[in-house]
């Protein structure tokens, strides 16, 4: 079995930041930066960065339960942002 990849491309999450249609609000920037900020973070266990970048993973996805283009599509990347910041208690 391969290792898993411990990381995110930084360009690949910079360009879906930008690409967030500002309709879709603050939150969900925020909970994505949060999660970024935190999977670099050396204080943060292995489970945890394992979980978020399987999240941020998800969120940069052109594949989604809900696709990006629709209106609202955005509240699955968000449901699942909000959930493993939950988990992680930030």
Same mark, same amino acid.
């Given at each position: 079995m *391969? /290792?898993?990849?411990? %990381?995110i &491309?930084?360009?690949?999450f910079? *360009?879906?930041? $930008?690409?967030v249609?500002q309709? *879709?609000?603050? *939150?969900?920037?925020?909970s994505? $930066?949060t999660?970024?900020v935190l @999977?670099? &973070?050396? %204080?943060?266990? &292995?489970?945890?960065? $394992?979980?978020?970048?399987? /999240?941020l /993973?998800?969120?940069?996805s052109?594949?989604d =339960? ?6 609202g599509?955005?509240i699955?990347?968000?449901? $699942? @942002? /909000?959930?493993?910041?939950d988990q992680?208690? =930030?």
């Amino acid at each position: 079995m *391969a /290792a898993r990849k411990e %990381t995110i &491309s930084e360009k690949d999450f910079l *360009a879906k930041i $930008v690409g967030v249609p500002q309709k *879709a609000g603050c *939150a969900i920037i925020r909970s994505a $930066v949060t999660l970024y900020v935190l @999977m670099k &973070s050396s %204080t943060i266990p &292995s489970w945890a960065k $394992v979980s978020i970048i399987g /999240a941020l /993973a998800y969120f940069i996805s052109p594949i989604d =339960v809900i696709p990006d283009f629709l209106p609202g599509g955005f509240i699955d990347d968000l449901a $699942v @942002m /909000a959930l493993l910041l939950d988990q992680l208690d =930030v």
